[in-house]
C-alpha cells in the first residue's frame, strides 16, 4: 500500500509540473531581472546564486534529467550520463553569451520540450516498438544539452550584460547552473533509488515516462504558440 501511495505522489508531481504554463517559461523574477539590469562588473556570488535558482526553478531540465536517470541503476552510469548533459550545457552556455550567437529562444525552448518528449519515448522502448533503431542514448544527451545550454543562454542574452567582468560572472552563473543540478539530481536519485524498491516501481514506470512525454508536449506547444504569436 505504501509503495503505491509513493507512485501515486510521483505521478502527481509530474502532474503538477505540467500544469502551470508560465512556470515552464522559468523566465527571470523580478528582483533578478532589476539585479541584472544595473549589473556592473564581477559580481562572483550573485551569479552563482542566480545560475543555482534558475536550475532548481528550470523544469524542463530537471524533466530532462529525470528521463535520463530513470532507469539508470548503476552510479557510474548516472556519473557519465550526467556529465555528458552537463559538457553540452556548459559550452553552449559560455559560447552562446561570449559569442552573441543569437538564436530564437521560444524555438530553442521547444527543443528541450522535444527533449522531454524523447526521453520518456525512449524509457518506454517507443524507437524499438516503432522503428526496430535506438539512437545513441549518450550522444542523445550531449547533443540535447547543447540546446539546454543555448536555453540558459537565452536568458541572460536578454539582458545588456557589461563586458567588465563578463567572463567571471559567467563562469560564476554555470557554477550555479552546476551546483543547482547537483541539489536537484541528489533529491531525483534518492527519490527514484527509494521507489525502485517496492513493486509499484515497474508497475507506474509506464505512467510516469507517459506523462513525462506529455509534459514534454505541452513544453513545446506553450513555445511554438510563443513563436508564432510573437
Known amino acids: 500500500m505504501h509503495s503505491k501511495w509513493f507512485g501515486y505522489a510521483l505521478i502527481l508531481a509530474l502532474v503538477g509540473v505540467i500544469a502551470p504554463f508560465e512556470?515552464?517559461?522559468?523566465?527571470?523574477?523580478?528582483?533578478?531581472?532589476?539585479?541584472?539590469?544595473?549589473?556592473?562588473?564581477?559580481?562572483?556570488?550573485?551569479?552563482?546564486?542566480?545560475?543555482?535558482?534558475?536550475?532548481?526553478?528550470?523544469?524542463?531540465?530537471?524533466l530532462f534529467l529525470v528521463g535520463v536517470i530513470f532507469f539508470l541503476y548503476r552510479s557510474r552510469d548516472v556519473f557519465l550520463y550526467v556529465t555528458m548533459f552537463t559538457l553540452g550545457h556548459s559550452t553552449t552556455l559560455l559560447l552562446g553569451v561570449l559569442s552573441d550567437i543569437q538564436v530564437n529562444a521560444y524555438l530553442i525552448d521547444a527543443i528541450i520540450g522535444l527533449s522531454v518528449v524523447y526521453k520518456g519515448f525512449d524509457n518506454l522502448g517507443g524507437f524499438k516498438r516503432c522503428f526496430n533503431w535506438q539512437p545513441n542514448t549518450q550522444w542523445a544527451v550531449l547533443i540535447f544539452g547543447l540546446f539546454h545550454g543555448f536555453g540558459l543562454a537565452t536568458k541572460l542574452q536578454e539582458f545588456d550584460l557589461p563586458e567588465a567582468g563578463l567572463l567571471t560572472n559567467l563562469l560564476a552563473f554555470n557554477l550555479g547552473v552546476e551546483l543547482g543540478q547537483f541539489a536537484a539530481l541528489g533529491f531525483i536519485l534518492i527519490a527514484i533509488t527509494a521507489w525502485r524498491k517496492w513493486p509499484s516501481f515497474q508497475h507506474f514506470s509506464t505512467v510516469t515516462n507517459t506523462l513525462l512525454m506529455s509534459a514534454g508536449l505541452v513544453l513545446m506547444g506553450y513555445q511554438l504558440t510563443g513563436y508564432a504569436i510573437n
Not at 523566465?27 to 545560475?51: C, K, M, S, W
Open 23 to 62: 512556470v515552464f517559461a522559468h523566465g527571470v523574477d523580478d528582483n533578478t531581472r532589476a539585479f541584472l539590469e544595473h549589473n556592473t562588473g564581477v559580481q562572483f556570488f550573485p551569479f552563482v546564486y542566480i545560475g543555482a535558482k534558475h536550475m532548481i526553478t528550470g523544469y524542463d531540465h530537471l
